[in-house]
C-alpha cells in the first residue's frame, strides 16, 4: 500500500530537528497524493498502521453521514488495496481511531451527542454490526470531534462539550470482551476551547492534551497524570496561531511529540515543530503550501523509519504523504552508495549552492561600494561549512583578495576594481577547512567544487591554487585521463572535485570545467540563467532550456537547473538604499518605504525564498509533461538560500524513474 503511493510522490519538503545524540537528523516529506479518489468529507480523517497493514476513517460529507473504515494494507504490498466497509450510523462529526489489547476501536460521536465504537474482528476488518455505545453517567453531550490514546492499561478520550467553550474527557476501561466500561464524563480544569482538543499518551501514566483558545488563536497545552487524576495548568505552545487545534503524535519511538496545525483566519497551510523531552524551543515552520487544509491531520508509523500524514485537502479529497528520517551530512553514503556506486554523477541529482560562499557580509568593494550590503548582494543564509552538513555537494566558488587574503566575493566584474560594487563573503581558509574536517568524517560523501570568474591582478591564480592544494591535499580528485561519464561515484567517495574554469593546474590536482554548448573540459556545465525577478520568466527560461537540451548532452556534460530569482536595478538600488544610510531622515525614509511597498521590491533573499516554492512542483511538473526526461535530466539542482530542503528532494528524484 504505502510502497504503491510512494511511486506517485516525487516532490518534497524538509523539516530539520535535534535527536538526543546531538545530530541534525531530518524529516523527508513525499509530495501528497490523493488516494481513494471518489472519496469527499468535510471533517477530518484518522489514519492508523494496526500491526502493519493501515486503516483509514472519514464520514461522508453533510451536516451529518454515515461512518467509513477502509483497510489499505501494509507496507510492502504491490498494490494498493481498498478494502471498504461503511457503517450504518451518523455522525456530524470526525471519527477516530485508538487501539489497545490488540483490538482496534474506531469511536464517533452520535447524533445524540454520545459516543459510539465498532471493534475490528480481524486484523483487516472491523465488526461492522455491531455498534457500541459507551455509557457515561453524566448528561454532557461530546461535541465537534473526538481524539482518543491509551495511557497504561487505559484509554482516555478527549472532546468538547456541547456548551459554549469547555473541553472533556472520560477514562475508559477496557473489558476483557473489548467492550469500553462506563465511566464519567468529566470537564478538564480552567481549559476552555471553541475546537475539540487532541490527546496523546505521553508515557506509561500521563497525557498531553492540545488546544487552540477560546476565541483566542493560541495554541495550549496541559497534562494529565492518571494514576494522580490531576491536570496541570494550561501553558502556551510557542507563539504559534490556529484557528483548529493541533494534531499531537509521537514520532521515531522516542520520547518527541510531534505537533501539525494550520494558520490562523483563512490560512490554511500546514505547520509543524517538536516537543523533545519538554522543550518546545525548536521554532515552528511551515510545510510547503500544496499541503493545505482547513482540518486537522492525522499520523501514523510505517517503520523505524518511515511515517505517514494523511488530511483532508480543501476540495474535501483524502490526501497522503510519508516522511522519512535521515541525516543529511551523510545522505550520499545512506541513499546512494549502497545502490548506485557503480553509477556516475551524469546518473544522479545534487543540491548545488549559487555564490556559495556569500552568506555573510565581510566588506566591500568596486568603484561605488557604498550601496553595497546585505541586501543586494547575499545570497545563502548558511555558511559553506553548514551547508555540507546540510548536505549541499556543488558548490560555486568565485575568489577574490580583501585585506590580504582570501574571500568569496559577488560582484558584476571578475575583477572587482572594475566592477560597480561588490561584496566579500565567506574566508576561503574557512571553506577550505570546513570542507577537509567534513571529508574526513564522512568518507563516502562527494563535494564538487567550481572556481569561476578570475582576476589575475587581483588573486594570482597560482597563489590560489596553491591555497586549496595546502589545504584540501588528499582529498582532492584528480584524473586527467577520464571524463564525469566514466568515474564511478565509488572512486569520488571521500574526495573533493575542485574545478577552474577555464583553467586546468595538473601539479595542483585541479582540472577545468566549462560552460558552453560543447567544450574539451574535465567537466561541461550545461545551464540557462535566466536573469529575471520574475517567476513566470523564470519558468518560462527553463522550460525552454530543458526542451531544447532533449537530444543534445554530451559525455562531459553535467545538466545544471540554475533557480534564481535576481534584483532588478530598482530593487538593488532601492529596497537596499536603508541599509545604506543610518540616519538619511524621515522624509527620504518615508518616501522609500512607499516606493517599496508600492513596488513590491525584494532583497535577493527574499526573491529566493518565495522562487524556491516552487522548485518542485516545477520540476516535477516537467517531468510529468517529458519536458525533462532520461536524457536531459538534471544533474545539480542549483539554489539560492539553500539547506536541506533541497537535499530532500534530491534524494526523492533519485529514487524516481527518470534516475533509475
Same mark, same amino acid.
Given at each position: 500500500m504505502v510502497n504503491s503511493l510512494i511511486k506517485q510522490a516525487l516532490i518534497t519538503t524538509i523539516l530539520t530537528i535535534i535527536v538526543k545524540a546531538g545530530l541534525a537528523q531530518s524529516l523527508a516529506f513525499s509530495y501528497p497524493a490523493n488516494y481513494l479518489p471518489d472519496v469527499s468529507t468535510d471533517r477530518a480523517l484518522d489514519i492508523t498502521n494496526f500491526k502493519g497493514g493501515f486503516f483509514v476513517t472519514w464520514k461522508n460529507a453533510g451536516a451529518s453521514g454515515n461512518v467509513n473504515v477502509c483497510y489499505l494494507g501494509k507496507q510492502y504490498e504491490s498494490k494498493f488495496i481498498e478494502q471498504r466497509q461503511g457503517v450504518d450510523a451518523q455522525t456530524a462529526f470526525a471519527p477516530a481511531f485508538t487501539s489497545m489489547n490488540n483490538r482496534l476501536y474506531t469511536l464517533w460521536i452520535n447524533t445524540d451527542?454520545?459516543?459510539?465504537?465498532?471493534?475490528?474482528?480481524?486484523?483487516t476488518?472491523?465488526?461492522?454490526?455491531?455498534i457500541r455505545t459507551c455509557s457515561f453517567n453524566t448528561n454532557i453531550k461530546l461535541h465537534d470531534g473526538i481524539t482518543a490514546a491509551a495511557v497504561g492499561n487505559k484509554l482516555i478520550i478527549a472532546s468538547r462539550a456541547n456548551d459554549?467553550?469547555?473541553?472533556?474527557?472520560? =477514562?475508559?476501561?477496557?473489558?476483557?470482551?473489548?467492550? %469500553?466500561?462506563?465511566? &464519567?464524563?468529566?470537564?478538564?480544569?480552567?481549559?476552555?476551547? #471553541?475546537?475539540?482538543?487532541?490527546? =496523546?499518551?505521553?508515557?506509561?501514566?500521563?497525557?498531553? %492534551?492540545?488546544?487552540? &483558545?477560546?476565541?483566542?488563536?493560541?495554541?495550549?497545552?496541559? #497534562?494529565?497524570?492518571?494514576?494522580?487524576?490531576?491536570?496541570?495548568?494550561?501553558?502556551?505552545?510557542l507563539k504559534s496561531q490556529t484557528e483548529v487545534s493541533p494534531a499531537v503524535y509521537k514520532v521515531l519511538q522516542s520520547n518527541e511529540l510531534f505537533y501539525v496545525w494550520n494558520g490562523p483566519k483563512k490560512d490554511n497551510n500546514l505547520y509543524y515543530a517538536y516537543d523533545l523531552d519538554g522543550d518546545r524551543r525548536v521554532t515552528a515552520t511551515a510545510l510547503p503550501g500544496y499541503f493545505a487544509t482547513a482540518l486537522p491531520v492525522s499520523i501514523c508509523s510505517v517503520d523505524d523509519r518511515k511515517f505517514i500524514l494523511s488530511y483532508v485537502g480543501e476540495d474535501g479529497k483524502l490526501y497522503i504523504s510519508y516522511f522519512t528520517d535521515y541525516n543529511p551530512a551523510n545522505w550520499m553514503e545512506t541513499e546512494l552508495m549502497t545502490t548506485k556506486a557503480d553509477k556516475t554523477l551524469k546518473d544522479i541529482v545534487i543540491p548545488g549552492s549559487h555564490d556559495a560562499g556569500l552568506s555573510v557580509l565581510n566588506g566591500v568593494g568596486g568603484m561605488q561600494s557604498g550601496p553595497i550590503n546585505e541586501c543586494n548582494t547575499l545570497t545563502q543564509k548558511l555558511s559553506v561549512g553548514q551547508q555540507l552538513n546540510a548536505g549541499l555537494r556543488m558548490f560555486d566558488i568565485r575568489v577574490g583578495t580583501h585585506k590580504n587574503a582570501f574571500y568569496t566575493k559577488h560582484c558584476s566584474s571578475d575583477c572587482m576594481e572594475d566592477s560597480f560594487g561588490g561584496a566579500y563573503g565567506e574566508k576561503l581558509a574557512d571553506i577550505l577547512t570546513a570542507t577537509k574536517a567534513f571529508l574526513e568524517k564522512n568518507k563516502k560523501e562527494i563535494v564538487i567544487m567550481t572556481l569561476s570568474h578570475f582576476c589575475e591582478r587581483e588573486t594570482p591564480m597560482k597563489k590560489l591554487s596553491d591555497t586549496i592544494f595546502t589545504v584540501l591535499g588528499n582529498h582532492l580528485y584528480y584524473e586527467p585521463s577520464k571524463d564525469v561519464s566514466q568515474i564511478k561515484l565509488s572512486e569520488l567517495a571521500g574526495k573533493a572535485i575542485v574545478t577552474f574554469e577555464g583553467y586546468a593546474l595538473p601539479d595542483k590536482l585541479i582540472d577545468s570545467s566549462s560552460m558552453a554548448k560543447k567544450s574539451k573540459a574535465f567537466l561541461n556545465i550545461r545551464r540557462e540563467y535566466a536573469a529575471t525577478n520574475k517567476m513566470a520568466n523564470l519558468l518560462l527560461k527553463?522550460?525552454?532550456?530543458?526542451?531544447?537540451?532533449?537530444?543534445?548532452?554530451?559525455?562531459?556534460?553535467?545538466?545544471?537547473?540554475?533557480?534564481q530569482l535576481t534584483q532588478s536595478p530598482d530593487e538593488a538600488a532601492m529596497i537596499c538604499n536603508d541599509f545604506e544610510s543610518k540616519k538619511p531622515g524621515l522624509l527620504i525614509n518615508s518616501a522609500m518605504l512607499l516606493t517599496n511597498m508600492v513596488k513590491k521590491y525584494k532583497s535577493i533573499i527574499d526573491h529566493s525564498i518565495m522562487g524556491n516554492k516552487f522548485i518542485s512542483k516545477s520540476v516535477n511538473d516537467w517531468i510529468n509533461a517529458g519536458v525533462i526526461t532520461k536524457t536531459n535530466k538534471p544533474n545539480i539542482l542549483y539554489v539560492d538560500v539553500a539547506g536541506s530542503w533541497i537535499t530532500d528532494y534530491c534524494i526523492e528524484l533519485n529514487k524516481s524513474k527518470i534516475y533509475n
Open positions: 451527542g454520545g459516543l459510539n465504537y465498532i471493534v475490528n474482528k480481524n486484523d476488518a472491523f465488526n461492522v454490526s455491531d459554549k467553550n469547555s473541553v472533556v474527557y472520560a =477514562v475508559l476501561q477496557p473489558n476483557a470482551d473489548g467492550t %469500553l466500561g462506563a465511566s &464519567g464524563i468529566i470537564k478538564v480544569p480552567n481549559v476552555t476551547s #471553541d475546537n475539540y482538543p487532541f490527546i =496523546v499518551g505521553n508515557g506509561p501514566k500521563t497525557a498531553r %492534551l492540545l488546544f487552540k &483558545g477560546y476565541k483566542d488563536t493560541g495554541i495550549y497545552y496541559a #497534562d494529565f497524570d492518571i494514576q494522580a487524576n490531576t491536570w496541570t495548568g494550561k501553558s502556551p505552545l527553463q522550460n525552454t532550456f530543458f526542451s531544447g537540451l532533449a537530444k543534445d548532452i554530451n559525455q562531459n556534460d553535467l545538466v545544471r537547473l540554475d533557480w
